[in-house]
């Protein structure tokens, strides 16, 4: 059954109710935007205008909520048109909807294609700095594969991918990129996050996120052990419940694919109890989709980062002279203010 959202007359209402900042919407296809009063959430929306231009979508990658807006919604409520002409305009919006899905899975497919050929061009990583930061480089599964810059961008213009949105990717920041698979409960590798020596982050573009996760390449992708499994949000969060809890820790990317990431995880280990490790954001979205997840999955725990009360004085001190910020959110600033 096709997932009932809600609908809005506008794009700028949906973006409103989503908490995503409005764009202007001069083209078809999908593009990025902010989140409103969220520094750390650049990018971390989407808005995506149908091509026959009535309506779209607007996504908060956050907190994985996603909702409609379609023009002449308000007008159908109002009476203004009438019934017949309210389900000719649904059955349009529908036959555009099931066209555009079919085109986004062949991008889908090819982006996998791509995420497998620079994983096959890239090396051995060594000491990359973002793992050097994060202080988690060493440790058991932490990612071992980076590729340069320029290698990457030359393999996404060959592959030229007819993106929604009309153009290739085109990558900044630094010069190396750590690599860090994201596939499905099966194994299949759908996308790629890139993170250079800086610490940005790049999502391989058209890539499928939604109920896959980053896991460790010693950790199987399937399982009849009952010892823990844990999904947390981010890779160095992953890596850091490893090394404090002795459990190995899959990534769900961000807070808002949690859910959907638990049950690809429960189907995968169908007798191990999966541990939802929540960051501790201000704004409480982590522990939100933890929540979450732990509420639909059978033989889940929820675990939330204890934040600075879990700390000493020392320890708090630390954390704020490698990080110079004040307060832990996540378990690798747990683990950072422990090493």
């Known amino acids: 059954m096709r997932e009932k959202l809600p609908v809005y007359a506008t794009v700028e209402e949906a973006c409103t109710a989503l908490g995503v900042e409005p764009r202007p919407l001069s083209r078809a296809g999908f593009m990025a935007a902010n989140l409103i009063n969220d520094r750390r959430g650049r990018g971390d929306g989407r808005i995506k205008l149908f091509s ?16 409609l807006f379609f023009y002449g919604y308000k007008d159908r409520h109002n009476g203004r048109i009438s019934r017949k002409e309210w389900e000719r305009l649904e059955a349009e919006r529908e036959a555009c909807r099931v066209r555009e899905a079919g085109e986004e899975a062949e991008r889908q497919e090819a982006v996998s294609v791509l995420a497998n050929s620079i994983l096959s061009a890239s090396s051995p990583s060594n000491a990359h700095p973002y793992l050097k930061t ?55 590798v759908w996308a790629l996050q890139m993170i250079d020596e800086h610490g940005s982050k790049f999502f391989l573009k058209g890539g499928r996120f939604k109920g896959c996760v980053w896991r460790p390449d010693d950790v199987p992708a399937h399982s009849d052990a009952v010892t823990p499994v844990g999904l947390a949000e981010g890779v160095a969060t992953a890596i850091s419940v490893r090394a404090l809890y002795g459990v190995p820790c899959l990534a769900g990317m961000c807070a808002g694919f949690l859910p959907e990431a638990a049950l690809g995880i429960s189907r995968a280990y169908p007798r191990a109890t999966l541990w939802l490790c929540g960051d501790r954001d201000a704004n409480g979205v ?54």
């Not at 980076?146 to 990558?171: F, K, M, Y």
Request: net charge positive; proline share 7%; with cysteine.
């Open 286 to 339: 982590g522990e939100m989709a933890a929540r979450m997840a732990t509420s639909i999955v059978p033989r889940s725990k929820l675990f939330v980062c204890p934040g600075p009360a879990g700390l000493s004085r020392d320890e708090l001190a630390a954390f704020k002279a490698w990080t110079g910020r004040g307060n832990p959110k996540d378990y690798n600033d747990f683990l950072i203010a422990r090493s």
């Open 52 to 67: 026959d231009g009535k309506g779209g979508l607007v996504t908060n990658w956050k907190t994985g909520l996603t909702a």
């Open 134 to 188: 994060k202080k988690v480089l060493g440790l058991p599964g932490a990612p071992a594969r980076e590729i340069s810059r320029t290698d990457v961008q030359a393999l996404i213009n060959a592959a030229d991918i007819p993106h929604a949105d009309g153009g290739p990717q085109r990558l900044g920041g630094g010069s190396r990129l750590l690599l860090v698979p994201v596939s499905d409960e099966f194994g299949k």
